[in-house]
Each structure stands twice: as structure tokens, then as C-alpha cells.
């Protein structure tokens, strides 16, 4: 027997057990609470291999306040660094407009014309776009209240389906290149998108935006069935196609982030 390579592996075999036996450091916390004047503020925290500094930022669309950090920055570090920010991120918070939820009274645009929401009957129907006594546009929903807010939303989704699946028949019969499908979803990050298979992705809440927004967004993907890139190219074609694209892209900018806040 090899006594040697016996006992080494026996030291190998203890060293092992006392590196299991040190005490585990203890998990990072996902959320932290920034105090600021008496309010609480819970920040996600997000470390990053490709970030180089601590940054703090606050969703426009939804409130959520992620303070993104380096791989190997000390967490007691970023939270004084989140500490000494707490006047700054009451402040964007409190600007942030309010949110508007799917209830009866709430208004809401339509293609960028404000309607209000109507709990018109409790037998079960569509909801649909109706007039009040005063002449101004609603949306009449139907069926228990329980189910407005997803009535609403299902409403929602059936008319960004009809306007863009007809502005998309338009574009790729322009650029003789067919799609496969469109989905709708509630995307955060992005309005729309197309892969390489040629399918179709939107947001619903392009229907809460003027017309002519909906309708450049459905330009934008169709656009990338002939250039898959963003190259000078594909904003050539795109401009040719779809002359209203910097305008659309300039209100996106502006008021996109806006549309998050209803529902």
C-alpha cells in the first residue's frame, strides 16, 4: 500500500471538511429600504460585471428603484452611497404622475382621446366604445364588477390587435415581405420587436397612444423583415415607408413611459 499517497489524501480529505465547516457568509438581500423625511423606499439591488460605478435609477414606467452596482463593490459602501441619495429619490418619486387603474369613473385615452371608463350593466357582454348622456366618449363595461379591470384590459387588447394586424397587412404588402404572426404582449422594455423568423411582438398599450405612433411601431418592425439591423440602410427604408418616424419617435420619448401607469 502506498502510505504516502494514503495520508495525503486523508490530509485533502480533513481541509475539504474544515473549508465546509467555516461559517457560510450570509445571502445578499434582494431588496433594501432607503429612509428619507420619515418615508421608506425599497431599492432592488442589481450587481453587474459591465457596471464600473454604483447608479441608482427609477423606472418611469413602473416606480421601482434599482440601485445597479459592480461585481465585487462592498454593499455597506452602496448603501451610503443609496443613504446620500434619498432626497433625490423622493423627489423623482413624487413627480412620477399617479397611477390610474381599470375602475368605474377612471379615464383613460383611446387612441389618445380620453374616454372613461363605465360599469354600464351587470349581464355579461363586450365592452365597446359608447357615448354618454353628455355626448363624451366612454368605454361601457359589462358584467360583475369583480371583472371590470380585466374587461378593460381584454377590451384594450382587441383594439391594438385589429389597428396594428391592419397596419402591418399594409406595410409588408409596401415591402412585398410577408410576417408570420403578431403577439401582444405588456412589455416594459420595448414597444415591439421581430425576430428572425419573421414574428411580430407589440405592446397592447400602443392603442393608448396616438394613432400615428401605433401605426410608426408597426412600420418599425416590418421594416427589420427586409434589414434585421439598425443600420443607415434600414432608417432609410424606414423613413421612406413611414415618413412620421421622428416624430413618433420623439413622443414615445417624451410621454411613452406614461402609458405604464394605467392598469
Known amino acids: ?18 473549508r465546509d465547516a467555516r461559517p457560510e457568509k450570509p445571502a445578499e438581500p434582494a431588496i433594501v429600504e432607503i429612509e428619507h423625511a420619515g418615508e421608506r423606499f425599497p431599492v432592488r439591488l442589481r450587481r453587474s460585471t459591465r457596471a464600473r460605478r454604483i447608479s441608482l435609477r427609477v423606472s418611469q414606467a413602473t416606480g421601482e428603484i434599482v440601485m445597479t452596482m459592480p461585481a465585487r463593490a462592498a454593499l455597506d459602501r452602496a448603501m451610503l452611497f443609496a443613504r446620500g441619495q434619498g432626497g433625490w429619490i423622493a423627489a423623482r418619486i413624487a413627480r412620477m404622475p399617479g397611477r390610474v387603474p381599470f375602475a368605474d369613473g377612471a379615464i383613460l385615452p383611446l387612441r389618445a382621446e380620453p374616454h372613461r371608463i363605465v360599469h354600464w350593466s351587470r349581464v355579461r357582454g363586450r365592452a365597446h366604445v359608447a357615448a354618454a348622456a353628455d355626448g363624451a366618449p ?8 369583480e371583472f371590470l379591470a380585466k374587461r378593460v384590459r381584454e377590451f384594450l387588447q382587441r383594439e391594438a390587435r385589429a389597428d396594428l394586424v391592419a397596419a402591418v397587412e399594409r406595410y409588408t404588402q409596401a415591402l412585398g415581405l410577408p410576417a408570420r404572426k403578431i403577439t401582444l404582449r405588456d412589455t416594459r422594455s420595448r414597444w415591439g420587436s421581430c425576430s428572425s423568423r419573421g414574428d411580430l411582438s ?22 427589420h423583415l427586409a434589414q434585421m439591423n439598425h443600420s443607415s440602410r434600414y432608417w432609410r427604408l424606414l423613413r421612406e415607408i413611414c415618413p412620421r418616424t421622428n416624430e413618433a419617435e420623439a413622443w414615445l420619448k417624451a410621454h411613452g413611459a406614461g402609458l405604464h401607469r394605467y392598469g
Open 1 to 18: 500500500m502506498d502510505w504516502t499517497r494514503a495520508a495525503s489524501a486523508i490530509r485533502t480529505k480533513l481541509s475539504g471538511r474544515g
Open 202 to 223: 407589440f405592446s397592447w398599450r400602443l392603442i393608448l397612444a396616438p394613432p400615428f405612433v401605433l401605426d410608426y411601431l408597426a412600420a418599425h418592425e416590418c421594416a
Open 138 to 145: 366612454i368605454i361601457a363595461v359589462s358584467g360583475e364588477a
